[in-house]
């Protein structure tokens, strides 16, 4: 069934999403919690592919921070597992979708069977130009920024830059996702209202949206909402309103 498009008119061009709610998913179910992140799978699946029919061209979603490896051993492996599998399953539908699928964190942490799904899916997929996936897995924030610290200070120290000329732009080149716009929309579900170490950098004057709904139960017409929610907000950047509407006249 072809989704239908969303209301309102103005899309953002990148949306970073919080998958949050799949374990109280689970349990609301007397499910494993395994139960909830597979249930969570089928959810992403369905998003990705309305990004992809009303023509959103970046997607961000956070998988697997860097915090959840304290999670109990055996669900973290169950996830690992489903991460493989997943994208074992879904490279194929997502290429011929047009989808470039890029992942940001760290992967050394990842067994070497995981890293070489990862790699192939990105490789396969690399020339697609629709949606710009990324998946966060075992990202963090705080990770991103310090990576690009230590980019930034080995340029200072192999003497292509001083500290002195060292600009924001710097860094911000040398953060993931630095070729992408940066996020307009940012939505979490499961009702926290926090960023737990996500996009810290990029989401400095992205629109954040929290809504309630667990995320497998997150849908079409939720995202609608998040989209409605974004049309509604003035994007002043610092400036007053006043300014902006000289701008747009
Ligand atoms: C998000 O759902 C998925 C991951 C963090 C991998 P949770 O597993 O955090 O679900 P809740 O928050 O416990 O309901
Ligand atoms: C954030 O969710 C990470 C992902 C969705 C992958 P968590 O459920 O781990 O976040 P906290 O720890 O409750 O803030
Ligand atoms: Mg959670």
Redesign the pocket.
Same mark, same amino acid.
């Given at each position: 069934m072809e989704p239908d498009k969303p209301v309102s008119r103005q899309l953002p061009r990148h949306v970073a999403i919080?998958?949050?709610?799949?374990?109280?998913?689970?349990?609301q179910r007397n499910q494993a #919690?395994h139960a909830?992140?597979r249930a969570?799978v089928e959810a992403t699946r369905a998003i990705i592919e309305y990004c992809v029919c009303t023509s959103i061209p970046c997607l961000t979603l956070?998988?697997?921070?860097s915090e959840?490896w304290q #999670?109990p051993k055996h669900?973290v492996s169950l996830?690992m597992e489903l991460f493989v599998q997943s994208l074992k399953r879904e490279t194929d539908k997502l290429n011929s979708n047009g989808v470039c699928v890029r992942f940001i964190g760290d992967r050394s942490a990842f067994s070497a069977r995981l890293q070489k799904q990862i790699a192939e899916t990105e490789q396969f997929t690399q020339d697609n130009t629709t949606l710009t996936l990324n998946i966060a897995a075992n990202y963090g924030g705080r990770w991103d920024i310090t990576q690009a610290a230590r980019a930034v200070a080995q340029q200072v120290e192999s003497g292509t830059l001083s500290a002195a000329e060292l600009t924001e732009q710097h860094l911000t080149d040398a953060m993931c996702l630095a070729d992408l716009p940066e996020p307009d929309l940012f939505i979490r579900t499961?009702g926290?209202k926090r960023i737990s170490n996500f996009l810290l950098w990029q989401l400095a004057y992205t629109e954040l949206y929290f809504c309630d709904v667990?995320?497998p139960d997150f849908n079409q017409q939720y995202f609608d909402e998040a989209i409605v929610f974004y049309n509604q907000r003035e994007r002043r950047f610092g400036m007053t309103s006043e300014q902006l509407t000289q701008v747009q006249n």
């Open positions: 919080i998958m949050d709610g799949n374990g109280r998913w689970a349990k #919690r909830g992140h969570g956070f998988a697997f921070s959840n #999670r669900e996830l499961g926290e667990l995320w």
